[in-house]
């Protein structure tokens, strides 16, 4: 383990010394991984009354270590902190209100669940990660024994214990009985590690020295690469499976949980590997590296595909458990996060990609460190009963609370044919503000760039090409699990020339674009479309020159004619399958990339009009925009039209020759 430490990039003053040591600490993830650490500095400030009091300045929830800068540390008065460890036992409740009562500053965020176990550490600084390696050694049968091989009496030992209050009264306990003044850390059984020291740079060196000492003992030890059934120590990355078994699954994942879900799935060599493993029911059914990882991962990956045996399963566990927190519980969705299969390799699931990509983060560690386990005698985890507790424990589900309530497209996904630019763009943008997964696709390379984050994949591909469209589809229902919606927006509008002087290349390009590549689509879309938790939905952009052509854009009128009796076709055809394909008119869009400033002004001034006057030649006096057909798109794929399909709607700003 490599020592990142930098003294010119540290930073000036303790708080600011200690979020650069978070951060790297949080930027490793075989060290941290989403919300799994946390770190603090003990430092004094003068207060308004001009008095010195003494400061714990400790990771704020919410706050990323890999990101947190000095204000996501919540400032808490040492004095309380001292009080409170006094406390022979404390609610969770009592313990939050009280960390937030004990705040310096009213709008900090709430200090870490961990607080007062760093304050109860008689260091400055402090730094606790749950590592890889550490977890990996402290869940094996003889899990003491190897700390202690590895780290003698430099760490303080302390048995699981459900992080909170009771936690830092066994730490506290611990404490007195096992340190020295070699003591430069404490291994907390089932759990991580804490290091402490004068300053943060002190508290990282020995976390790294620790992390170094256990991953050379690990390298030892084990041959660092997992078994496979054939006993080599590799395997090759999984085939592609088809695109249907992974949407029907997502399905049946989406039923149980009670609402649609992003399925991901991996299938890398080292992912090949473990699915691939004679055992991997059996190791794979011990449960999770840390407990926090339950909430995103839940206690068990569902091994194969059978979801309602899975769901009986999670169902009975709760059972079982439910009375142990001595307060009404409601039982959560028992839908699968994880799903190991010798076929499918790894698929997560989540309520957004972000989620799902954050499970699939955390059991990619997991199959690492069961692998390692398994060389070292044996992995386990912890029992069922200290599992449901931290899944059922209020003050981790209230870091899934804290996201909020998902937008309504969470969990569904939606196919944007040209989505680089113009109509296609808006579209794209206004689906994935509310919430959908977008899969992008346009000619231009833009469209991989074209939106950030998880819950987008833009592809560059030409809708004419079955094999790209094929691929890309593939590829996509790999990432996101399934297709919900289509809004078909590739199009292109040829130079306008009188029948008389018909061009047949542009006659077949334009009719090849704007119609074959839909009715091509529509043909492959179709299978996932009909297994969409929620109803498939298909908008097409059609134009305001099939109610109402003109003279001189023939191949573009009867394309988009044609497109719009195909689209009427699929409404009559796919209606028994829930799927609503509906239709929408727009007119006089300027704001696309067919339009200059240069040739919006000559054709004003053909009309002598001024731009703005033409721009609003309409019934309304209204402009019409990209964003403005991307809203009706959204509505029409929403729940808010639940009863329409074969519909054609007009965004317009009213025409005479329309209505
Ligand atoms: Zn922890």
Known sequence: MQNRWDEAASGDGPVEQCAYGSRLLGSDPTLVLHGGGNTSIKSKVTDVTGAQIEVLYVKGSGHDLATIAP????????????????????????????LRCALLDA???????????????????????????????????????????????????????????????????????????????????????????????????????????????????????????????????????????????????SDTAGAPMI????????????????????????????PDHIIRTKMLPMIGRDVADYAQAYREYFERNKVRRGIPLQQLDPAPRVVLDPELGMLTAGRRAKDADIAADIYQHTMSIIDDGEQLGGYRA???????????????????????????????????????????????????????????????????????????????????????????????????????????????????????????????????????????????AHPLLALAPRGGRVVVIASKNVPAPGPGAAAYSVSKAALVQLSRVAALEWAGDGIRVNMVHPDAVFDTGLWTPELLADRAARYQLSVDEYKKRNLLHTEITSATVGTAVLRLCSADFPATTGAQIPIDGGSDRVI
Not at 113 to 124: D, G, M, Q, T
Not at 470 to 485: C, N
Not at 503 to 519: E, G, H, K, L, P
């Open 71 to 98: 204000v996501g540390f919540a400032p808490l008065r040492m004095a309380r902190l001292r009080e409170l460890l006094t406390v022979p036992a404390l609610t969770d409740q009592q313990m939050v209100n009280e």
């Open 107 to 253: 709008s900090a965020p709430d200090p870490s669940v961990e607080a007062l176990l760093h304050a109860l550490l008689p260091y400055p600084a402090v730094q606790h990660s749950h590592a890889d390696v550490i977890v990996t050694l402290t869940n094996l049968a003889d899990g003491d024994a190897r700390i202690a091989e590895v780290f003698g009496t430099d760490v303080v030992v302390v048995p699981y214990v459900m992080p909170g209050f009771d936690l830092a009264a066994a730490c506290a306990s611990a404490w007195p009985e096992q340190a020295g003044p070699g003591t430069v850390g404490m291994v907390l059984m089932g759990h991580g590690l804490f290091t402490f020291g004068t300053d943060t740079q002190q508290a990282y060196q020995r976390h790294i020295a620790l992390i170094d000492r256990a991953e050379r003992y690990l390298a030892e030890h084990t041959t660092g690469a997992a078994s496979t059934s054939d006993g080599s120590a590799t395997a090759s990355p999984l085939p592609d499976v088809p695109a249907v078994e992974l949407a029907t699954l997502r399905r049946k994942i």
């Open 263 to 290: 399925l991901s799935r991996h299938r890398d060599s080292a992912t090949a590997a473990f699915v691939g493993r004679p055992d991997l029911a059996q190791i794979a059914g011990r449960g999770p590296a840390t």
């Open 382 to 524: 912890l029992s069922e009963d200290h599992l449901f507790d931290v899944e059922y424990w209020d003050l981790e589900q209230a870091k899934l609370r804290r996201a909020g309530a998902p937008p309504a497209l969470a969990g569904e996904i939606a196919l944007v044919t040209g989505a680089a630019s113009g109509i296609g763009r808006a579209c794209a943008g206004a689906l994935l503000a509310a919430g959908a997964c977008v899969i992008g696709w346009d000619l231009a390379d833009s469209v991989t760039q074209a939106f950030a984050g998880p819950e987008y994949l833009g592809q560059r591909v030409d809708v004419t090409n079955l094999s790209e469209v094929a691929a890309a589809l593939q590829a996509a229902v790999e990432r996101f699990g399934g297709l919900d919606m289509v809004v078909a927006s590739a199009g292109v509008f040829a130079a306008s020339a009188p029948i008389a002087e018909l061009d047949q290349d542009a006659w077949r390009r334009t009719m090849s674009v704007n119609v074959d590549s839909v009715a091509v689509l529509f043909r492959e």
